[in-house]
Structure formats: structure tokens, C-alpha cells
């Protein structure tokens, strides 16, 4: 049986007249940039997060980064983040020339340990990024206490968190990106709400942050040809917009099934001594982007399922610290234990709404196969 990490395929032939009439009433109306789609969207997600604004923009990467700027990020200003991530949560910092300041996870979420952030936090620090992986929120009591005690902006990557929602030590849930000063979510095909090409959107409560980063999408331009910043040129494609509406119609029986899939897996791998299974901390709501475990002998592990024609993802082999685009910040091995431990056993097993409960169990015999071989 083969069982693909991720495919979209499923989702579009089941819905595949109501993706082909969404994508064709773009084509037929020739509006291809900020058509109506891309509006309503941005007027969807509102409504579903509870933001009061939504920007939507060509990429998660972009989001990023046009956030950072509309936050002013700039020179040397320390921003302080999580090494254990995507490339584009750092750098949004370094292209805007501030210094991203590297805090070690937490060893069960995944997630910056918002117990080390204090420590690192100098008078030019300027802002804390904390990213929502796989399938849970980081500690975001924590970091608005730290954010606002210190005068801190909060920049949520929730690239991955869409319809992750925080409670924390209060009884209404909020959702991810919400919370701090900016948030975004990505698009990108394999993500919980994912288009057929790139896309991106940034959430915000604040008027002003929500007006800067509509100019800075568009080259910076407060009317047509009318330029106050130096900006982007990042737009959702209305063909992605349309495709997504579709998809935001279904997305809570999508996270529901999500939600079984991450059950199957736990109730079939509990009794297997080699895997440590996500748990989830904190008063949330989780998500199962990925379905994240540590393993022991990873990559023969991973061999072998690949081997039996099983999909699996490493997030991520290489912290960021160690990478050699960051090289001139000065990090060395050692400096974050935990993220590099798990950089070394962390094993995506494939979950996304369509896979069925016999290629799950499959995925599961195999991994036990492969321990008592
Ligand atoms: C996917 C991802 C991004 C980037 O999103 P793109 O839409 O691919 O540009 C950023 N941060 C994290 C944590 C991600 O997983």
C-alpha cells in the first residue's frame, strides 16, 4: 500500500465542480489581482479568526516580512525567536537588517520556551516571534506578560496554526495570530488551509499596523503611484482567493478529521516504547498540522518506510542556528540542546483530512515492524 506524505488530489476530485466553477468564474471575469474573491476572502478570515483586519498577500514568506516592516523592524533591533522553525520566521528579521536572538524550545511542544525569553532580553530588544508549530500554540500568556512588561511588540507566525486557538488562563479561546500585535497564516498547498499555489494573509486588531502593511504590499503606495514607503509587491492572486473560499467553506470538518486522524495514531502507537507521541500543554486548542514525533533511529526508521512506499517529513533536520545563512550571528553547536536534539529524531508521520483509517493503521504496523525486525 502506498501512503503519500500529503496529497491534494483527494480533496479537489471529491469537490472537483465547485474548485473547476470557483477557478472558472475567475477566468471568465479577467480580474486576476485584488478581484472580488481576494476581498471577500480577506472578509471570510475576519470573520472566522475574529481579527478585525486581514491583508492577504502572495506567500506566508511575505506576510513575514511585510509585518516585520510594518512593526519597524530595523537595524539591530534584537527580535527574539525560536531556532527550531522555517527559514522565513528568521528571515523577515535579518532582511530588514535587525538581529534575530535565538531562545531554546520547549522539549514537548516544540515551541519557544517562553520560561527562557527574560533572560535574553537587552535594551535594543524590540519585539518576540513566537511560531505555532505542527499542531500547537506556544505559551502565549507568557509572552503578552514578557511583551508587555518589557514594552515588546509580538509578531505570531501562525504559518502553520490556522484555526489553532489559545485560552490560557482565560475561558474565551482566541485564535492564533490574534492574540499578539500581528499574526500570520500561510497558504502554501500542504497547510491546513492551503491553495493551489502560494498565499499568504496577515491578521491584525491594530488600525494603523492593518494600514501600513496594505501600502507595503503595494509597492508601498498610499494611492496609485503615490509612494510613502519603499514596499512589495506581494498580492494573492484572485485564482487563489476563489480556491480558497471553497476550502474555508469545509474547514472545520477538516480540522475535525484532522483531529481523528492524530487519535488513530495514538491509539495505535501508544504501546510502541520507541515513539514519543505529541502531547498538547497548556489550556488550547489544538490543530493537527503535522503529526510530529520523536523516534528512536530516525533515519533508518525513515528509510524503511519509504522503503514500504510511506511518506514521511523531517521539520526540520537543521536548526537555525546552525545553518550557514545565520554564520555571522555567532551561534555554535551546543548553544540550543533542545532544538538540536530534536532536529535529530523529530519524524512527520502523514496526516491530512482524506488519508483513511487502513493506510493509518499500515503507517502503524510498518513503524512496529520495523522495531521488532
Ligand atoms: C510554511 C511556513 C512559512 C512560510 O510560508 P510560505 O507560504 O511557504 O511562504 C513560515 N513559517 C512557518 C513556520 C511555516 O511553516
Redesign the pocket.
Known amino acids: 500500500m502506498k501512503v503519500n506524505f500529503f496529497t491534494p488530489t483527494r480533496e479537489y476530485l471529491e469537490k472537483k465542480e465547485e474548485f473547476n466553477k470557483a477557478i472558472s468564474a475567475v477566468l471568465e471575469s479577467g480580474s486576476f489581482i485584488f478581484g472580488p474573491q481576494v476581498s471577500e476572502l480577506e472578509e471570510e478570515i475576519k470573520k472566522y479568526t475574529g481579527a478585525k483586519h486581514a491583508i492577504a498577500v502572495a ?4 506576510a ?1 516580512l511585510v509585518s516585520s516592516h510594518a512593526l519597524g523592524f530595523k537595524d539591530g533591533d534584537e527580535i527574539i525567536t525560536s531556532p527550531f ?2 527559514l ?2 528568521t528571515s523577515c528579521i535579518a532582511k530588514l537588517n535587525a538581529k534575530p536572538v535565538f531562545v531554546d524550545v520547549d522539549e514537548d511542544t516544540f515551541n519557544l520556551d517562553a520560561n527562557k525569553i527574560e533572560e535574553k532580553i537587552t535594551s535594543k530588544t524590540a519585539s518576540i516571534l513566537p ?1 505555532h ?1 505542527f499542531s500547537q500554540m506556544a505559551d502565549m500568556d507568557k509572552i503578552m506578560d514578557i511583551a508587555s512588561k518589557h514594552n515588546l511588540s509580538v509578531l505570531e ?1 501562525a ?2 496554526a490556522f484555526g489553532m486557538q489559545w485560552g490560557g488562563s482565560s475561558s474565551e479561546y482566541k485564535h492564533s495570530g490574534t492574540i499578539g500585535d500581528i499574526g500570520i497564516y ?3 498547498p500542504t ?1 491546513t488551509l492551503g491553495g493551489y499555489g ?3 494573509m496577515i491578521v491584525t486588531n491594530n488600525d494603523k499596523l492593518a494600514e501600513t502593511a496594505k501600502m507595503l504590499r503595494v509597492h508601498g503606495a498610499s494611492k496609485k503611484y503615490h509612494y510613502d514607503y519603499i514596499g512589495y509587491n506581494s498580492r494573492l492572486d484572485s485564482i487563489q482567493a476563489a480556491v480558497l473560499l471553497v476550502k474555508l467553506k469545509y474547514i472545520d470538518n477538516a480540522l475535525k478529521q484532522r483531529q481523528k486522524v492524530a487519535d488513530w495514531y495514538k491509539e495505535r502507537l501508544a504501546d510502541c516504547d520507541y515513539i514519543k507521541l505529541p502531547t498538547v500543554k497548556g489550556n488550547q486548542k489544538p490543530v493537527y498540522y503535522a503529526f510530529n514525533t520523536l523516534v528512536e533511529k530516525r533515519d533508518e526508521l525513515a528509510a524503511y518506510l519509504k522503503e514500504n512506499e510511506i511518506g514521511t517529513s523531517i521539520y526540520y533536520p537543521i536548526p537555525l542556528h546552525l545553518q550557514k545563512c545565520f554564520d555571522y550571528l555567532g551561534y555554535k553547536k551546543g548553544d540550543f540542546p533542545v532544538a538540536e536534539k530534536l532536529s535529530t529524531k523529530v519524524l512527520a508521520l502523514p496526516i491530512y483530512p482524506e488519508i483513511t483509517e487502513d493506510e493509518v493503521n499500515f503507517v502503524c504496523e510498518t513503524i512496529k515492524k520495523f522495531y521488532t525486525k
Open positions: 506567500s506566508g514568506t511575505d513575514l522553525t522555517f522565513a520566521s511560531i508549530l507566525d504559518a502553520e500561510s497558504f502554501f497547510k502560494d498565499g499568504g
